[in-house]
């Protein structure tokens, strides 16, 4: 194997080790391996390496499927970098400019192997459960696969899964210090191609880049800030007014409470709770950058589900935590963590607890609650509120589709957004009312 090669195997190999191991981002991941393996820079740049090993982690269950096939049992993480070569290699965009390193350890491979398959594709057409099939082709646990072919039919699974795994970019200009025209231009200029957005008037959708969008120094002065439409539009459910006072349940990084302060200009208050104290130190410095109006923002290192206040709210954001399913496209690591029921459960029990605290606040206070989750999974979201008989669901007044059909009447009073069908990440968004 020459240097290339064996820097991009060795170094993808540990990401997906600590990605495995430790439960983390993938981003977590590649930053710790480049501390433990700085050598492998010297062999193939950094942004091949970022690349390769996202991909490798994204295209996890689809190599390790092929694993199986091939060896008959698991082996090391070593063997799922080197079979992503030989399968994905050659038609990575990453890799175009490496092809002869690429194609010498696939010959090599290719002989040692006890059987191999031509293609993915190959494979995927001797496949005859569907659910299988499609976790193999777009690379998900097969009980992921399975849950999206019962809420939407296998069509449109199939087309969910596949945008699920690609990065998608939207950008919300920070009106209270910068104009929307004004960034759109000059972003223009830098290279970056943005679209207004019809609904949202100071949400961007990126287009096309050539830098790293983190680059980009209207983000370090805070005129701008990397955020979904799908989380904007939970902040739009909520419908922060002048003078409101908003109980925010899950507040940190506070990315939620600085589009409430634009929306209201800086005339709301909010008290951001959250059970992490490293994430509300973080918080501080967000809402200070983005300008909101911290005199008004009280921060508050707390269990929500055990919150109580001596002041009733007007408002109550759940921007609550979950797995993460709808931001598979940012971090492909999150599809590892998902093969781990007891992470998985974890959450609908945390959701439900935090839920049954702001229900009773919301009582006492007769004040709405806006639940949201950036999940698509049914039991992050319709099922909580499915037997629920303390809170009565009111549509949010926001471009969505509607929830899970399976809920009946219900998921006409719920909202959703798809990647695959409104190209944000994936969320559930809830306006209740206490019954
Ligand atoms: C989805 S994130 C919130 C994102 C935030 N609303 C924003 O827009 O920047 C969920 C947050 O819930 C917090 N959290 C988890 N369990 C909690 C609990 N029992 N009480 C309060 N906060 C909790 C986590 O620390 C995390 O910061």
Same mark, same amino acid.
């Given at each position: 194997?020459?240097?290339?090669?064996?820097?991009? %195997? @060795?170094?993808?190999? *540990?990401? $997906?080790?600590?990605? &495995?191991? /430790?439960?983390? +981002?993938?981003?977590?991941?590649?930053?710790?391996?480049?501390?433990?393996?700085?050598?492998?820079?010297?062999?193939?740049?950094?942004?091949?390496?970022?690349?390769?090993?996202?991909?490798?982690?994204?295209?996890?269950?689809?190599?390790?499927?092929?694993?199986?096939?091939?060896?008959?049992?698991?082996?090391?993480?070593?063997?799922?970098?080197?079979?992503?070569?030989?399968?994905?290699?050659?038609?990575?965009?990453?890799?175009?400019?490496?092809?002869?390193? %690429? @194609?010498?350890?696939? *010959?090599? $491979?290719?002989?040692? &192997?006890? /059987?191999?398959? +031509?293609?993915?594709?190959?494979?995927?057409?001797?496949?005859?459960?569907?659910?299988?099939?499609?976790?193999?082709?777009?690379?998900?646990?097969?009980?992921?696969?399975?849950?999206?072919?019962?809420?939407?039919?296998?069509?449109?699974?199939?087309?969910?899964?596949?945008?699920?795994?690609?990065?998608?970019?939207?950008?919300?200009?920070?009106?209270?210090?910068?104009?929307?025209?004004?960034?759109?231009?000059?972003?223009?200029?830098?290279?970056?191609?943005?679209?207004?957005?019809?609904?949202?008037?100071?949400?961007?959708?990126?287009?096309?880049?050539?830098?790293?969008?983190?680059?980009?120094?209207?983000?370090?002065?805070?005129?701008?800030?990397?955020?979904?439409?799908?989380?904007?539009?939970?902040?739009?459910?909520?419908?922060?007014?002048?003078?409101?006072?908003?109980?925010?349940?899950?507040?940190?990084?506070?990315?939620?409470?600085?589009?409430?302060?634009?929306?209201?200009?800086?005339?709301?208050?909010?008290?951001?709770?959250?059970?992490?104290?490293?994430?509300?130190?973080?918080?501080?410095?967000?809402?200070?950058?983005?300008?909101?109006?911290?005199?008004?923002?009280?921060?508050?290192?707390?269990?929500?589900?055990?919150?109580?206040?001596?002041?009733?709210?007007?408002?109550?954001?759940?921007?609550?935590?979950?797995?993460?399913?709808?931001?598979?496209?940012?971090?492909?690591?999150?599809?590892?963590?998902?093969?781990?029921?007891?992470?998985?459960?974890?959450?609908?029990?945390?959701?439900?607890?935090?839920?049954?605290?702001?229900?009773?606040?919301?009582?006492?206070?007769?004040?709405?609650?806006?639940?949201?989750?950036?999940?698509?999974?049914?039991?992050?979201?319709?099922?909580?509120?499915?037997?629920?008989?303390?809170?009565?669901?009111?549509?949010?007044?926001?471009?969505?589709?509607?929830?899970?059909?399976?809920?009946?009447?219900?998921?006409?009073?719920?909202?959703?957004?798809?990647?695959?069908?409104?190209?944000?990440?994936?969320?559930?968004?809830?306006?209740?009312?206490?019954?």
């Amino acid at each position: 194997m020459d240097k290339f090669a064996r820097a991009i %195997v @060795e170094f993808s190999a *540990r990401v $997906l080790r600590t990605v &495995l191991e /430790r439960k983390v +981002s993938h981003d977590r991941a590649f930053q710790s391996v480049l501390r433990e393996y700085p050598q492998a820079r010297r062999h193939a740049p950094l942004r091949v390496l970022y690349r390769v090993s996202h991909d490798i982690v994204s295209d996890y269950y689809t190599i390790r499927y092929l694993e199986k096939l091939i060896y008959g049992k698991r082996g090391g993480t070593k063997r799922l970098a080197k079979l992503w070569l030989l399968y994905r290699g050659l038609e990575s965009p990453h890799l175009q400019q490496h092809l002869g390193s %690429v @194609e010498r350890l696939r *010959r090599k $491979l290719l002989r040692s &192997l006890p /059987r191999a398959p +031509s293609s993915v594709d190959e494979v995927l057409e001797s496949i005859e459960d569907p659910a299988e099939r499609l976790a193999v082709k777009h690379s998900y646990p097969r009980w992921f696969a399975a849950t999206f072919i019962q809420l939407l039919g296998v069509e449109e699974a199939d087309r969910l899964l596949e945008a699920l795994n690609e990065e998608k970019w939207w950008i919300r200009v920070n009106t209270l210090k910068a104009d929307v025209d004004e960034v759109a231009e000059r972003l223009l200029d830098k290279g970056v191609l943005v679209r207004r957005d019809p609904d949202l008037d100071y949400m961007l959708e990126v287009i096309d880049f050539n830098e790293p969008l983190h680059h980009l120094e209207e983000m370090w002065r805070g005129e701008i800030v990397f955020q979904d439409k799908a989380s904007a539009l939970v902040v739009e459910a909520l419908q922060p007014e002048p003078g409101d006072l908003i109980l925010d349940m899950a507040a940190a990084p506070g990315i939620k409470d600085t589009l409430i302060m634009q929306l209201t200009s800086n005339k709301a208050r909010i008290i951001a709770a959250d059970a992490s104290w490293e994430r509300l130190k973080r918080t501080k410095r967000v809402l200070q950058l983005y300008g909101a109006d911290t005199t008004k923002i009280e921060l508050i290192h707390a269990d929500s589900a055990h919150l109580a206040l001596a002041k009733p709210p007007t408002k109550i954001l759940l921007d609550a935590p979950c797995t993460s399913s709808g931001a598979i496209g940012k971090d492909p690591a999150i599809k590892l963590h998902l093969e781990d029921p007891t992470w998985v459960q974890r959450f609908p029990a945390i959701q439900e607890a935090l839920l049954a605290n702001a229900s009773r606040i919301a009582k006492q206070a007769k004040t709405p609650i806006t639940y949201a989750v950036c999940s698509l999974l049914h039991f992050e979201g319709e099922e909580h509120l499915a037997y629920n008989q303390a809170l009565e669901p009111k549509k949010p007044p926001i471009p969505a589709s509607n929830g899970y059909k399976l809920y009946g009447q219900l998921a006409d009073k719920v909202a959703r957004l798809f990647p695959h069908r409104h190209k944000t990440q994936g969320f559930f968004i809830a306006n209740l009312e206490p019954a």
